[in-house]
């Protein structure tokens, strides 16, 4: 029986919970879908980087090959290339190039999963792609990144569309409180879409990510991360190495 345990935020893992599982790392808006759009663009690889100096120094050391990007308070980074939006990850600027990235939320997420046997990435862009990959794992561990610290309701109904597409690919997995919710929250979200045909970017307008992308004018965001399976790609994150690029 395959066992899924959704986590609200990086902080409500405990200690060693992660060690040697296959992990789900979320953060909608937008650091997981940035990265998609980056590696569907043709990015060779993304390194994540906690610090906005460590993607400086990293730059020094790549060099010309490498672009940064990266938010902080969701705006573009001084003296970065890019932010985290992801239009701004196209063929004419990113293919055959090293993403060195930072976010507040995302890449803190991605830390917590250092002792992972296998990292994923998951975005509402990528949802069956990933889901499919998570089919024959017998645990699966899902990270919502949240904003600030603060659970956000993007990231909660991703988990829980992944979580259902597992209960409804053979038998019944075991799942955590966090798991059964968020699955809760996707079922009764798919169920008003039928009833009043409102789009999921409607819905993902008064979360505390999407209010944040609204107030600083990236509104346009909301509505690209909302896009259900656009992208094919998968992202893995090589904790060996520390980059990521698409699953094998």
């Not at 990113?94 to 890449?107: A, M, R, S, W, Y």
């Amino acid at each position: 029986m395959q066992t899924i345990h959704v986590h609200f935020l990086p902080e409500l893992v405990d200690d060693g919970q992660l060690n040697d599982k296959t992990v789900v790392v979320i953060d909608v808006l937008r650091a997981t879908t940035t990265i998609a759009y980056a590696l569907a663009a043709g990015a060779t690889r993304v390194i994540p980087c906690l610090e906005v100096d460590e993607a400086l120094q990293l730059r020094r050391e790549v060099g010309a090959d490498s672009v940064l990007g990266g938010e902080r308070g969701g705006k573009k980074i001084d003296g970065f290339d890019f932010g985290n939006s992801p239009l701004e990850y196209t063929q004419a600027t990113i293919g055959g190039k090293t993403l060195l990235f930072t976010t507040t939320n995302g890449t803190r997420a991605m830390k917590t999963a250092q002792g992972a046997a296998r990292v994923l990435l998951a975005a509402f862009v990528n949802l069956s792609a990933v889901s499919d990959r998570l089919a024959d794992e017998d645990c699966v561990e899902i990270v919502c990144a949240g904003t600030n610290r603060q659970i956000t309701r993007e990231d909660v109904l991703l988990a829980g569309a992944i979580t259902e597409q597992l209960v409804g690919s053979g038998e019944r997995p075991k799942l955590n409180d966090q798991a059964t919710i968020a699955l809760e929250s996707w079922s009764r979200f798919s169920r008003e879409l039928g009833e009043n045909k409102v789009p999921l970017h409607e819905t993902l307008r008064d979360s505390i990510g999407a209010r944040n992308l609204i107030e600083i004018g990236q509104e346009r965001d909301i509505e690209i991360a909302a896009q259900l399976d656009k992208l094919e790609v998968v992202p893995e994150l090589d904790l060996a190495n520390w980059r990521i690029t698409s699953a094998k």
